[in-house]
Structures are given as C-alpha cells and as structure tokens.
C-alpha cells in the first residue's frame, strides 16, 4: 500500500519562495519516477515536474523551468519541490504522485498509480 503525504503549503506573496514536501510510504519509492502536478481554480491538473528514481533525470512544464526545482531524497522516501519567484498564477492546489516507471521521468498523468490528497499554494499580496 503506497501512501502520499504532502506538507509545506500555504500562502506567500509574489516573488516568495516555498518548499513543498512529500512523504512516501511503501517500498517501492526509491525505484519509481516521482512527480508534482498542480490544479488551478476551475481548471485541469496539469503537469509541473518529474524526477526519475535516481534523481538523475528531470522535466518541468515550461511556465515553471528555471523558478521550480524537484529533488528526492530516497533513504527518506520523501520527493521536495522548491519554488522560487513564485507568480499569482501559481496559484494552485499542489499533488504529488508515484508512477510506476523504473525509467527515466514521466510526464503523462496516466502512468501514475499513486496521488496524495494535495496541498494548498496561494501566491497573493
């Protein structure tokens, strides 16, 4: 059984930095692409970054190249994404998820079998 907490969300005002975290349970964490998804109000969820089981390999959705950063740390079972220079339409409710690819990342919503119950972020003045 596979469970997915995030924590660290909350509210900050543009050009603010937050750091989310996500605690894994299961033993398959260090093995499988990890990722952080985000659904905005009254829109889709939509990809935002992907990291692969080493943390070797990473992909970002365009909006967030260069402000966002995801990194793992696999003897914690925990994937982090750090935000910097956060904008108002950042503004979202943040999910982690697991896929089940032992290769490479993944960008595609379909190959992730696991979804945590997702985080607040709100970047306003």
């Known amino acids: 059984q596979v469970q997915l907490v995030e924590s660290g969300g909350g509210l900050v005002q543009p050009g603010g930095s937050l750091r989310l975290s996500c605690a894994a349970s299961g033993r398959s964490f260090s093995s499988v692409a990890m990722g952080w998804f985000r659904q905005p109000p009254g829109k889709e969820r939509e990809f935002v970054a992907t990291i692969s089981w080493s943390g070797s390999s990473t992909d970002y959705a365009d909006s967030v190249k260069g402000r966002f950063t995801i990194s793992r740390d696999n003897a914690k079972n925990t994937v982090y994404l750090q935000m910097n220079s956060l904008k108002p339409e950042d503004t979202a409710v943040y999910y982690c998820?697991?896929?089940?690819?032992?290769?490479?990342?993944?960008?595609?919503?379909?190959?992730?079998?696991?979804w945590g119950q997702g985080t607040q972020v709100t970047v306003s003045s």
């Open positions: 998820a697991q896929s089940t690819s032992r290769i490479g990342v993944v960008v595609s919503r379909t190959a992730y079998a696991y």
